[in-house]
T-cell receptor, first 131, second 106 residues
């Protein structure tokens, strides 16, 4: 069974740095093709992709947020960490981590690193930015 | 960046109805499109990937079609659990999501 869970502060002051940890189980981030991504959702609004880290430590970021984001992994702890600098009230959102699969069960084919969709999600963590 | 536009934004339907949700991309995303369902207060759940491939464990009343710039999610014989918000997501050029379509009870 695959599980992911986000943890971190619930309240962050403007201009501070947010650090969120995703702790997962049921898969390994050493398996070729696997990735863990971050997605956020402001209250009542749509989903926004933030970035992804792959098994080989390659990373991709949303171009509009790239300068503020860093994603790292600790495979021994089964954790992925999102760091986001210079937080603003507009960054108030539920932050999710999710798994990008490596394999397509239907076709029995390995997926490309560019096949970025998420088949398992954490429950989400609501982060409020306020002084 | 690629913009994804869903229509309608809200859809009212009854149990047993067949509903369709459209997602349009601002440029071709080939078949690199996924659909998610999100119930209130819950994380999104993957329904469809590669435009028409049904994720394991998802009921067969959900189906996806389309390629290029126009995609459709069809829910046949709507069930109580299906009242939720649905999002499309392209993955041809980075990732972008549509704004969502809320399916509510008529």
């Amino acid at each position: 069974q695959i599980t992911l869970k986000e943890s971190g502060p619930t309240l962050v002051k403007p201009t501070q740095t947010l650090t969120l940890t995703c702790t997962f189980s049921g898969f390994s981030l050493t398996t070729s093709g696997v990735g863990v991504g971050w997605i956020r959702q402001p209250p009542g609004k749509a989903l926004e992709w933030l970035g992804i880290i792959y098994w080989n430590d390659d990373k991709r970021y949303n171009p509009s947020l790239k300068t503020r984001l860093t994603i790292t992994k600790d495979t021994s702890r089964n954790q992925v960490v999102l760091t986001m600098t210079n937080m603003d009230p507009v960054d108030t959102a539920t932050y999710y981590c999710a798994r990008k699969p490596a394999y397509d069960i239907l076709t029995s084919h390995w997926l490309s690193v560019d096949d970025i969709y998420f088949d398992s999600w954490g429950q989400g963590a609501l982060i409020t930015i306020s002084s | 960046d690629i913009q994804m536009t869903q229509s309608p934004s809200t859809l009212s339907a009854s149990i047993g109805d067949t509903v369709t949700i459209t997602c349009r991309a601002s440029e071709s995303v080939k078949s690199r499109l996924a659909w998610y369902q999100q119930r209130p207060g819950k994380a999104p759940k993957l329904l469809i990937y590669k435009a028409s491939s049904l994720q394991s464990g998802v009921p067969s009343r959900f189906s996806g079609s389309g390629s290029g710039t126009e995609f459709i999610l069809t829910i046949s014989s709507l069930q109580p659990d299906d009242f939720a918000t649905y999002y499309c997501q392209q993955y041809n050029d980075y990732l972008t999501f549509g704004q969502g379509t809320k399916v509510e009870i008529k």
